[in-house]
T-cell receptor, first 114, second 114 residues
Framework: KAGVTQTPRYLIKTRGQQVTLSCSPI?????VSWYQQTPGQGLQFLFE???????NKGNFPGRFSGRQFSNSRSEMNVSTLELGDSALYLC?????????????FGPGTRLTVT | AQSVTQPDIHITVSEGASLELRCNYS??????LFWYVQSPGQGLQLLLK??????LVQGIKGFEAEFKRSQSSFNLRKPSVHWSDAAEYFC????????????FGAGTRLAVHP
């Protein structure tokens, strides 16, 4: 079974631009979560989607948003990029939600904001 | 608020030596506990998990972890470390009703001397 895939793997953007990252979960998994990883703040939860609905949200500004499609694929968007948004963005998929389930992570998208 | 502490930022061991990575959590109820490993430039790989039942759990790559409720700990162990185990290790906690939100520790970077 194929793992979690994320595209693109690397991205360079300029301050003020916006960016969209994509995540395809493991086949049969319906929950997708997003995390930001930085050297200073570590791994932080952004949000989780299940059945095209956001079920949980971390403590990030409204510039960070996401969505999920009917095939469980998910995208996250960051608008008005800031230098501090440079990070590795990881998505994770799991079978279901409500409780906490095993989550399987993709390789991440490395975003650099200049 | 829930939190996870990994007291050791860096650990160096010799190949063939035993390993113990420490993890303490702060959460009022029984948590869901995970250990992940991350190699440079990669996503997170799930090593093992604890949801309930036997407090000693076995994982992949010869790792095990023990849940000690009285100490709020979930330490990761391996009896004999291989050079390929050099990576960063993250402890994470989830909760009932947490909608797959994981709180991660800051990570422990493991170096292995030949």
């Amino acid at each position: 079974k194929a793992g979690v895939t994320q595209t693109p793997r690397y991205l360079i953007k300029t301050r003020g631009q916006q960016v969209t990252l994509s995540c395809s979960p493991i086949s049969g998994h319906r929950s997708v979560s997003w995390y930001q990883q930085t050297p200073g703040q570590g791994l932080q939860f952004l949000f989780e989607y299940f059945s095209e609905t956001q079920r949980n949200k971390g403590n990030f500004p409204g510039r960070f948003s996401g969505r999920q499609f009917s095939n469980s694929r998910s995208e996250m968007n960051v608008s008005t990029l800031e230098l501090g948004d440079s990070a590795l963005y990881l998505c994770a998929s799991s079978l279901a939600t409500g409780l906490t389930y095993e989550q399987y992570f993709g390789p991440g998208t490395r975003l650099t904001v200049t | 608020a829930q939190s996870v502490t990994q007291p050791d930022i860096h650990i160096t061991v010799s190949e063939g030596a035993s390993l113990e990575l420490r993890c303490n959590y702060s959460y009022g109820a029984t948590p869901y506990l995970f250990w992940y490993v991350q190699s440079p430039g990669q996503g997170l790989q799930l090593l093992l998990k604890y949801f309930s039942g036997d407090t000693l759990v076995q994982g992949i790559k010869g790792f095990e972890a023990e849940f000690k409720r009285s100490q709020s700990s979930f330490n990761l162990r391996k009896p004999s470390v291989h050079w390929s185990d050099a990576a960063e290790y993250f402890c994470a906690v989830g909760f009932s009703g947490g909608y797959n939100k994981l709180i991660f520790g800051a990570g422990t970077r493991l170096a292995v001397h030949p």
